[in-house]
């Protein structure tokens, strides 16, 4: 009975530090977005005189944000039924990642900053997304008018983002339509990669080979590319190359088109792309520089952690927590993907990219950044059925495509996208146990098993509702599998429940039932959003039926 109670008291006085963490947070970003926009002298931030560079209207709006849910965590706090240590940690989890982005606004060189926060309206809505979330599941309030209110907010919050980044996206085009002569050679290249990202109409950024560095270590290969290190403008980068006989059959203007699409692409959980440059002998994507990939992280853990051979039962890289935060991140660019009519068509642990969390308690718990790269550069719509056909990735291709190449008529008739959901199946596999799947099937005989039903097997410690996510994700028929939309709602479900031990529930279904009809109305960012309340109360109907 008394080491209970010590266990009791140590969790909250965790909970405790957590909440402070947060409030500390927050306090150091209202300083920094105050109409002084500087720190105070008294504060032991090591840039004082750090200002706001870029978005700053944005970054106003989501402190304000912060502080409102602050606030109502904290009238929860002072009850007796306080959150759990998991909530609060999800909770500064995102005040973290809040933090982050105001800092990297602060960058001295606003136009060194701006190549790669540029048009990241995506980064702010999802930070607000996640927080609302987050709140709404910590104060555990899920009454119907609450639900309508939220619902209503989220709306409003999304408007005013679109807002002001159109505003501040404006202002930052004319301040580069003026700059004077006082900036360097240097400076001025910047403006000008920065100009061609603010240009919606520009297909394909072209990179000039004397901007970027030679060459220098290689940090990864691939089927069709080898990945280098390089700088670019001053600025370490990854450098992906394709030599010229991969896009065989393409027209040269194909791929840079392809390519530019890629380089649009703008979401916090998706490596973004600078742009493309032509060497005669190759085409080079230049991309942010990560810290490496999934697959070779869990091969490092299972290493330090699991030296012996694979007979360690159930073991896993990752606790549940931070695999589904991690699912989480990949299936939210997946959505993203899909929402602008992309399709991945390579997803594996493999090219899941990451960089460890800065913050220590953060990084010590596992939690991860992580981004989707190394896309295939062609649109979900363009044939699957020609081309390289790498055998090694047959691990992650879904049935029926595997049916056209062992001799069925299946491929005509295959979507890219239901392909990605097998695949995002397959690194749901990956994460949970650190393995690569069916690494027991020989690959001459893989594509018939997996044809034929074959699916890896599932470690004793999924829960029972992610497991059932993950066999509607590899179903074989392809019709049956959930969209990315789904995916992302039912991760939120799960780690909601997760966090509270418990579904959110409210007073009257048939109200929320009408909600739901009625969100086909609306945006599809509000249906996303107003979903955060609202799945989980259905969950719970058609548990009951």
């Not at 106003?60 to 849910?69: E, G, P, T």
């Not at 061609?196 to 560095?213: E, G, K």
């Not at 493309?276 to 869990?298: A, F, I, P, T």
């Not at 893989?446 to 996510?469: I, T």
Request: hydrophobic residues 35%; aromatic residues 8%; proline residues 3%.
């Amino acid at each position: 009975m008394h080491q209970a109670s010590e266990q009791e008291t140590a969790e909250r006085d965790s909970r405790d530090v957590y909440f402070q963490l947060c409030r500390d947070s927050v306090q150091r970003m209202s300083d920094l977005t105050s109409t002084r926009n500087a720190y105070p002298s008294s504060t032991a931030d090591p840039f004082p005189s750090r200002k706001l560079q870029l978005n700053r209207l944005q970054c106003q709006h989501l402190v304000a944000a912060l502080q409102i849910s602050l606030e109502e965590v904290r009238k929860r706090m002072n009850l007796d039924a306080k959150p759990s240590e998991v909530a609060l940690t999800e909770l500064y989890r995102i005040v973290i990642a809040s933090e982050r982005l105001l800092e990297n606004c602060c960058e001295k060189n606003w136009l060194k900053a701006a190549i790669w926060l540029v048009n990241c309206k995506e980064a702010f809505s999802l930070r607000i997304l996640n927080l609302l979330w987050c709140t709404a599941v910590i104060t555990g309030d899920a009454r119907q008018e609450v639900i309508e209110t939220l619902a209503e907010r989220v709306e409003s919050e999304l408007e005013k983002f679109a807002t002001y980044a159109n505003e501040e996206r404006r202002s930052l085009k004319s301040k580069l339509t003026h700059m004077d002569g006082d900036y360097s050679n240097y400076e001025r290249a910047l403006a000008t990669y920065l100009s061609q990202r603010l240009d919606d109409r520009t297909v394909f950024f072209d990179i000039h080979p004397d901007d970027l560095s030679k060459l220098q270590e290689r940090i990864g290969e691939g089927t069709h590319a080898t990945v280098y290190m390089s700088t670019f403008l001053g600025e370490r980068v990854a450098v992906k190359v394709y030599p010229k006989c991969v896009f065989s059959g393409w027209e040269s203007h194909t791929a840079k088109k392809n390519a530019g699409t890629l380089a649009k692409l703008k979401h916090p959980c998706i490596v973004p792309m600078i742009g493309v440059y032509d060497d005669h002998d190759s085409y080079c994507l230049v991309m942010e520089l990560m810290s490496g990939d999934l697959c070779r992280l869990m091969a490092d853990i299972r290493a330090k952690e699991a030296p012996h051979g694979d007979g360690h039962g159930d073991w896993h890289p990752f606790s549940l927590h931070v695999s589904l935060d991690i699912l989480h991140q990949i299936a939210e660019a997946m959505k993203y993907m899909h929402d602008v009519g992309l399709a991945h068509r390579d997803l594996c642990a493999s090219n899941v990219m990451f960089k460890v969390v800065r913050e220590k308690r953060l990084s010590e718990l596992g939690f991860l950044n992580v981004k989707l790269a190394h896309f295939s550069l062609t649109r979900r719509d363009r044939d699957d059925n020609h081309g390289i056909f790498n055998v090694r990735r047959n691990r992650w291709r879904a049935p029926e495509l595997l049916a056209y190449h062992v001799g069925g008529a299946h491929g005509s008739n295959y979507d890219s996208e239901k392909g990605d959901v097998y695949s995002f199946s397959m690194v749901c596999f990956e994460v949970l146990t650190g393995e690569t799947p069916y690494k027991n099937v020989l690959i001459s005989n893989l594509k018939e098993a997996v044809v034929h039903g074959c699916r890896p097997q599932l470690p004793a410690s999924c829960p029972d509702y992610l497991a059932e996510l993950i066999k509607k994700c590899w179903h074989p028929d392809a019709h049956c599998r959930p969209k990315f939309r789904d995916i992302c709602m039912k991760l939120r479900q799960m780690k909601a429940e997760l966090m509270t031990g418990k579904l959110l529930c409210v007073s009257s279904p048939s109200r929320i039932v009408e909600i739901w009809k009625c969100t086909h109305k609306m945006s599809m960012a509000f249906r996303v959003l107003c979903s955060i309340c609202i799945t989980p109360c259905m969950y719970l109907l058609s548990c009951n039926r």
